[in-house]
């Protein structure tokens, strides 16, 4: 299975300032998710990334709020950008191996102040 | 509405006391039905997919199953590091979405 990384692990950033999380994988993958998790709440996907096109957003989740690279097969970067407390959650990339298998990263623990 | 149900929230069992996981569905078409662990800070491990009903995986102290509506994800005999959340996820036949539950936080007591 594909090995994920994710940078940073967690972060504490003030209101109305902008993080940037990148996911780095060990393979070539040509679909890459990420997701938000919530506490104490389901996995909720916020976008797919596809190298060479734009990413598609989920309801509810646009591109001015959440930008998203996808510069090549291995990696993609993920911007939460002027955030609020209501930000607070953990980010977690994903990449699918097969066409039903998703491997997920660590996660990025993200507190708004 | 596609939709993924887990029961119980939370579930604590003794050392040796095997239990199942309920993980109930609603979806338009099924593609598979898949079940994760979740260690606490970390993101989710792949544990299964299974595809049509009646199949059986299992690993170690777990077995899962499908049926039309439901999977379950039965621990026999769990261990202290049985502890995680464990999570299902459906996707369907249209998209690339999976769908996640809540989960369910299993606590086993030594």
């Known amino acids: 299975s594909a090995v994920i990384s994710q940078k940073p692990s967690r972060d504490i950033c003030q209101r109305g300032t902008s993080l940037t999380i990148q996911c780095q994988v060990d393979?070539?993958?040509?679909?890459m998710f990420w997701y938000r998790q919530q506490p104490g709440q389901s996995l909720t996907l916020i976008a797919t990334a596809n190298q060479g096109s734009e990413a598609t957003y989920e309801s509810g989740f646009v591109i001015d709020k959440f930008p998203i690279s996808r510069p090549n097969l291995t990696f993609s970067t993920l911007t939460v950008s002027n955030m609020s407390p209501e930000d607070s959650s953990i980010y977690l990339c994903?990449?699918?191996?097969?066409?039903?298998?998703?491997?997920f990263g660590p996660g990025t623990r993200l507190t708004v102040l | 509405e596609d939709q993924v149900t887990q029961s119980p929230e939370a579930l604590r069992l003794q050392e040796g006391e095997s239990s199942s996981l309920n993980c109930s569905y609603t979806v338009s078409g099924l593609r598979g039905l898949f079940w994760y662990r979740q260690d606490p800070g970390k993101g989710p491990e792949f544990l299964f997919t299974?595809?049509?009903a009646g199949e059986e995986k299992e690993k170690e102290r777990l077995k899962a199953t499908l049926t039309k509506k439901e999977s379950f994800l039965h621990i026999t005999a769990p261990k202290p590091e049985d502890s995680a959340t464990y999570l299902c996820?459906?996707?369907?036949?249209?998209?690339?979405?999976?769908?996640f539950g809540t989960g369910t936080s299993l606590t086993v007591i030594p």
């Open positions: 994903s990449v699918a191996e097969g066409p039903d298998t998703q491997y």
């Open positions: 393979s070539q993958v040509t679909m």
């Open positions: 299974l595809y049509s």
């Open positions: 996820a459906v996707r369907t036949n249209t998209g690339n979405q999976f769908y």
